[in-house]
Every structure is written in C-alpha cells, then in structure tokens.
C-alpha cells in the first residue's frame, strides 16, 4: 500500500517541533509496510490537492502566516477546499489550525483572511495561552484522552458547522472560555497542540491515517495494530504532569454551561448531531 | 542604609545556602532584591573599571567563561556569574559572592545576561560593552517567539550609553540586523573560511528571511546552524565584513579546534581550543574580540582561552569510578544537534574524530540523555522533535545503549524509538541518581559515558556527581 502525504510550507510553518507529526505518521505508516510518498508544498506552489491522501501544515511566527496567507489563498485555496469537502485527511496545527477558518485578527485590528474552509474565526488576544493540556475527545468512537503543549494568543471560536476536537481537562484550549480546543470537520483536524501531538497521541496518528487508507483503497482496509506501550506509557506520563501542575479549566456559568451540555450530548444547539465521514 | 540591609541579607543567606551544601545561585539574590530592588545598580558601581555582558541564545556561559580566562591572566579581579545564573536574581548573587572572596573592590563585571533581562540589566549596570552571540529558537515557551526575544535585547541594546562597544556575530543575520544604525563602537566577528562548513544546510533553519525587505536570504556558506555567510537578493541586507576573523579554521573533532585570527590593525593570533566544534569558535573569537575591546593583548588572551577547559556542564569531563564522564548541557535543537554531530559524527569534522576518544572501539558507546521541562529548561517538550537523534541510530555512531531520564524521560524514549534507535537500546529511568547509576554501570572501565542533559537535569546530576566526590561545587573556585 501507498500514501501521498503532502506538506504545506515546511520551512515557514515548522515552528517547535512540529514536524514530529511527519515523522509519526511517515514512521507509523512504514512500521505496517505502507510506503509514504512525501512531497513539500512551498510559495508559489499551485499542486492539485487530490492526489494527496494525507496533508499537514504546522503553525509559524505571526510574520510568517502573514506572509503565506495571500500564496496560501491565491495558488492552494480552491484545490484544497476540494480536496478537503472530498474527504482527504488533515492535521493542522497552530498557525495551520487558523489559516483555515475565516480570518486571524491582529491585536493592531489588521484581519488576515484564511483560507475560510473551516468555519471558525480566531481573534488576537493580549493573555498568551501557554502550558501543558490535557482533552478528553470522543473522535474514535469512545472518550480516549489527548495530551499536549499550547501556545498561543489567539483565540479561536468555532462555529456551527465544525466540532471541537475535545473538551479540555487541563489547559486553556481554543480561547480559555468555552472549554474546547481544535476542531474537527470531515477528515480534518485542527489544533493549537505541540508536542509534538501525534507520538505522544498514537491513536490520533492512527485514526488520521486509517482516514487516508480507506478513502485510497476502500473501507475493507485495515491498519494492523503496533505496539504503542512506549507511546502510553508517554502519554500517562504527559497527563500526570499537566495534572500536577496545568491550571485547572475553570468552571463555566450559565450560558456557557447549558451549551457545553448541549454538545456533550449531541443535542440541539451548536453542535450538528454526528455524521460518518 | 536600605542598601547595606540588602547586601547584609543576601550575604546571609548565602552564606547559609553554602554552608547547606547548596548551590543558591538565586536565592541571594532574590533576598536582597527584596530589601532593595535597586540593589544591582548600587553594587555595579562598586566595580573599578564597570560591567561587560554577554548575551544571545547560545555560547553565553562558554563565551564569558573564555573571556573570564583571558581577563583573570591578564591580572583582572571578577564579578562573574560562572554558573550561569543569568536573571536579575543571579546577576545580584555574583556581586554578593564575589564581594565574599575579595577583600578589594572588583575590576570588572563579566556576566552573561537572559535575553529577556537585558532591558533592565543594561539599565543598571550601564555596561562598557555587550556581546551578542547569536539567536535560534530556544526556550519558545517562555517568550512567545523569536522575534520577541531579539526585540528585548534590542531594547537593551537602545538603553547602551554611547560610549559602550557592542560586540556582534557577523556571521548571524538576526544579530548583525541589530548593529544597523547604532552610533558608537560596533565591531563584529565572524568565520571567514570558505574551504570549510557547507554550501547547503541540512539543519532546521530558523531565520532565513531578510530582517529588512523579508525576502530569503542567500547563503553561500554555512558553519553552525544558520550561521554563515548570506546575502539578501534584493541588496539591501547582507553579512558585514568582520573586524576580526577566523580565516583558517581546523576542525579537531573531541579535541577542539585551531584557528588562524585575523584583526583590524594588523593582528594575526594562532587560536587553539578545547573545545570542539564550529560554535566554539565563534565563542573564542567573540571572547577574543572583547578581550581586545577592554584592552588586552590578543597573543596574550588567545594563550588564555586556549587553555580554557570546559565549563560548568559544557563538555566537561569527569572521571567517575574509572569512567570518563562527557557532561554536556542542551539547551535547544540547534545546540544539541551540534553536540550530536560532534560525538557521533557528521562530515564536516575531521574523520578520525570517530576514534577521537581513543579509547574505546566503535559500537560500544554510551549515552545517557536527561530531559527536564522546568521553567529553566524550557516548558515546552517539543523541542526533542527537531533534534537529529537519527544520527544515534546510524551504525556508524556505534551506540550500544541509551538511557532516558528527568521528567520528560519518556518523551525521550519515545524520540528515539521514532528516530529508528532499536529499542532494546533504550532504557528509560525517570530518577536522575538511578540513571546515572545504571548508565555507569553499563559502561565499560576506561570508556567514555557522554551526558546530554537540560539545564536543571544538569544541576541535580552535579549534585548527585559532587556529593559522590567527583566534581567540585561549583562555588568552590575555577573548575579547571
């Protein structure tokens, strides 16, 4: 078996560490005899988005998204809003995570429109969001527990046709209030998670890729399980740690508690009930 | 009076700290800082001659201890944050220490400064110079980005009185952008040999971008990271010639380097260092060039540094039970990418440094890697993701065994499992003491266990190491 795995501007947007999530999932797919094809996607670079199976665009400096964004709109916007409505799996995080939704908001006021494929809208905050975090996400089917690293100032609010990744146990997660972090819409997942995420997250790296597989070659394909005690052992690590010293998320009131509750129980409200992709 | 009360406190407290077998690189500091807030101006002005700092991402500790070598032969008393204390807290605490062993005032303040300290630092200290060294990416968590970490020392650089000298690393884009337009005393230094380094890189560049116009820069040579020679294309930023640079640079591999220093003014010194690598040179010609700054002579400070053996926890060598310890400290990618390339091996040194050793045949060495993610070490875990330890997993670096420890031992592991080091190689051992224990053990009588530690890992290892005997605390005198 193959993967096309595409990588949108590695040099701009490498920022901490990200590239682990490309050396997981390259890693991960190799470890079960799937040969991963990896290709760069720079400025200027007008690929057809469908021939990738599995995409990745890490975050970068302020600066530097500003500097990608209109490339980012101009020559990648169209192929990859297909690309992406068709199903191809994605991971973005940071900077990645916001050049997807609507726009970025400057503290200056200055908006940096994104690719607007996600419907989400990030603002500039003053309060940097930094630490260890902890979620508890229910993408695979069951509550399994995500452990990372944030940093950042904006504040991500989603809207109603995407969901958030998971609820956050520990940490700040998109924009401190609502107790979401990332997002998840067809096959994409966004986040403001480092890490990196994927070595310390295994089952995320392998729902990601078991996306990529079966849209390639059917759903009949399987991934074989890997021995992931290492990765756990990581990951229980991780979680403790942020638990001893993470800032608790704090209680929400009223409004926001009733909408929490909503999207916990896949009711009316924000959330559309869940749909298989 | 409020002045006396704060000295009088932090020298209390250091004295207890000391007498508790404990380092307190700080906490003097941070007492007399609580009696008098102003405290490190009022004991900067003590000083005979005044205050040189040292700054930037890397060579900080190796840099200062260098040039402290040069200024002590050259007949100099010091202030000197030797431990590499570097806040405001520590910065007082070298004063209190130093005014504790000397009975006279000090010459000279030499201290390496936290980029994001400088801001103040310079404005009480009022330097007779800085030395900026370079800037990667380091530490991200603590202030954000890159870009904030250069503004601050620009900040601090602003504050400069006009008469201070400000010492520059030619060969760094993001240091030298900061000599644009300064009036007074600029002088940089850089490597100028084009037989060595690479054309291209194969490292994770982090500012390749023209600080002036944001267009990629070009580069024709690389020495350590992105430090090299470059040019912007659109003409309007490039790399300044060097007031003083290394022309012909040999690579030694463990053993160090020489260099052949060329100055304005004539000067031509032979530079051998201890120290290995590309990044050691950069720190020798910087502690040369600020040497020469405060008025020594350049053969007598270049004899100085030559004799310079390594530093607290940067590759320091210890003898533990007829082991040889190589104690390194990593700080960041960069950093540890260079310590990695030098132990194990990377084309650009001399081959046979793969048996610079000496002592020990090909696939039997030993590492032992402990990750801490304190405040001082960096929060932020995700570093270890843009460190080569792919180079452990080659044949030709001849690992036999790895052991992880600290509290992020675990993502260690799990890093080099990633990296292709087979894992019946790795043991993880979170305990320091237990680690280090279990990584002697492993090794052979004779051979060499190399320690890559972070910055607190560090700490409590030489404090497990001193109480065992085997090092000197550090306040106990030089450490060569």
């Known amino acids: ?82 690309a992406i409505e068709d199903g191809v799996a994605l991971l973005a995080v ?6 997807l939704g609507r726009s970025y908001r400057l503290i200056s006021g200055e908006g940096v429109p994104g690719l607007a494929v996600l419907d989400l809208e990030t603002m500039a905050g003053r309060k940097r969001m930094i630490g260890d975090v902890v979620l508890e996400s229910s993408l695979s089917g069951r509550p399994r527990t995500l452990v990372g690293f944030e940093n950042h100032s904006g504040r991500t609010y989603l809207g109603s046709r ?27 997942i966004g986040t403001y998670l480092h890490g990196s995420l994927l070595p310390k997250n295994p089952w995320l790296a392998d729902w990601l890729l078991d996306r990529a597989v079966r849209r390639r070659y059917g759903q009949a394909a399987e991934l074989q399980p890997l021995d992931d005690s290492l990765e756990e052992a990581a990951h229980r690590a991780a979680a403790a740690h942020a638990r001893a010293r993470g800032p608790a998320r704090r209680r929400v009131r009223g409004r926001l508690a009733r909408e929490s509750r909503d999207r916990t129980s896949g009711g009316a409200g924000l959330c559309p009930s869940t749909e298989r992709w | 009076m409020r002045d006396f009360l704060a000295v009088l406190a932090g020298k209390t407290a250091l004295r207890a700290s000391r007498g508790l077998g404990r380092g307190g690189t700080s906490l003097p500091g941070r007492v007399a800082l609580s009696v008098q ?44 944050n030797r431990s590499g204390a570097n806040l405001e807290a520590g910065l007082v605490t070298a004063f209190l220490d130093a005014s504790s062993r000397h009975r006279t005032r000090p010459d000279l303040a030499l201290l390496e400064v936290d980029e994001a300290t400088m801001p103040e630092a310079v404005r009480r200290l009022r330097p007779l110079g800085v030395v900026v060294t370079n800037f990667f990416r380091d530490q991200l968590d603590r202030y954000g980005e890159l870009d904030t970490t250069v503004a601050l020392v620009a900040e601090g650089l602003k504050r400069l009185d006009e008469e201070a000298f400000v010492l520059l690393n030619a060969d760094d884009p993001l240091t030298t952008y900061l000599g644009r337009g300064r009036p007074g005393r600029v002088v940089y230094y850089g490597i100028s040999d084009e037989t060595c380094g690479r054309a291209v890189s194969d490292e994770t560049r982090e500012q390749r971008y023209c600080p002036d116009c944001g267009a990629e820069l070009a580069y024709h040579r690389f020495y350590y990271g992105h430090l090299g020679h470059y040019a912007c294309p659109a003409g309007d930023f490039a790399r300044p010639r ?14 160090g380097s020489e260099t052949h220093v060329v100055a304005d003014g004539g000067v031509q010194v032979r530079m051998r260092l201890s120290l290995p690598g590309f990044y050691n040179v950069y720190n020798g010609l910087a502690a040369l060039a600020a040497a020469m700054e405060l008025g020594l002579i350049p053969e007598r400070a270049a004899e100085s540094v030559g004799r310079a053996r390594a530093s607290f926890g940067r590759m320091e060598r210890v003898v533990v039970d007829g082991r040889n310890l190589l104690l390194t400290l990593v700080k960041n990618p960069t950093g540890f990418n260079q310590v990695l390339r030098t132990f194990f091996g990377s084309p650009e040194g001399d081959p046979s440094r793969l048996n610079a050793t000496g002592d020990q045949p090909h696939s039997s060495r030993r590492v032992l890697i402990a990750v801490n993610d304190l405040h001082a070490d960096g929060r932020d875990i995700s570093w270890l993701w843009d460190v080569d330890f792919e180079i452990l997993a080659r044949p030709e670096s001849g690992i036999a065994g790895v052991i992880t420890s600290g509290l992020r031992a675990h993502d260690a592991a799990v890093r080099l499992k990633y990296a292709g080091v087979p894992e019946e190689r790795v ?22 266990l190399f320690v890559t530690p972070t910055y607190t890992a560090m700490l409590e290892l030489r ?8 090092v000197p605390r550090f306040w106990e005198g030089d450490l060569t």
């Open chain 2, 427 to 448: 043991k993880c051992l979170p305990r320091l003491p237990a680690a280090l224990d279990a990584a002697l053990a492993a090794t052979t009588e004779g051979e060499t």
């Open chain 1, 162 to 188: 995407v969901r958030p990744l998971g609820r956050v146990l520990v940490g700040h997660g998109n924009n401190g209030e609502d107790g979401w972090e990332g997002c998840r819409y067809r096959n994409v």
């Open chain 1, 1 to 82: 078996m193959k993967l096309a795995l595409g990588h949108l501007y590695p040099r701009l947007m490498n920022l901490y560490g990200d590239r682990g999530n490309i050396i997981a999932l390259v890693r991960r797919a190799e470890w079960r005899g799937i040969t991963v094809e990896y290709t760069e996607i720079g400025l200027g670079d007008k690929p057809k988005f469908a021939v990738f199976d599995l995409l990745f665009m890490g975050g970068g400096q302020d600066k530097d998204q500003r500097l990608i964004a209109g490339d980012f709109r101009a020559s990648k916007g169209a192929s990859l809003a297909e």
């Open chain 1, 94 to 99: 940071c900077g990645g995570y916001q050049m």
């Open chain 2, 37 to 80: 807030p102003s405290i490190l101006g009022r004991l900067a002005r003590a000083l005979r001659q005044g205050t040189v700092i040292i700054t930037g991402t890397n060579g900080k500790t190796t840099t200062a201890s260098l040039l402290a070598h040069a200024l002590e032969d050259g007949g100099r008393t010091l202030v000197h």
């Open chain 2, 463 to 470: 404090d497990h190491l001193s109480r065992r005997g085997h």
């Open chain 2, 242 to 255: 060097p007031n003083m640079a290394g022309r012909a640079v040999r690579l030694r591999g463990i053993e």
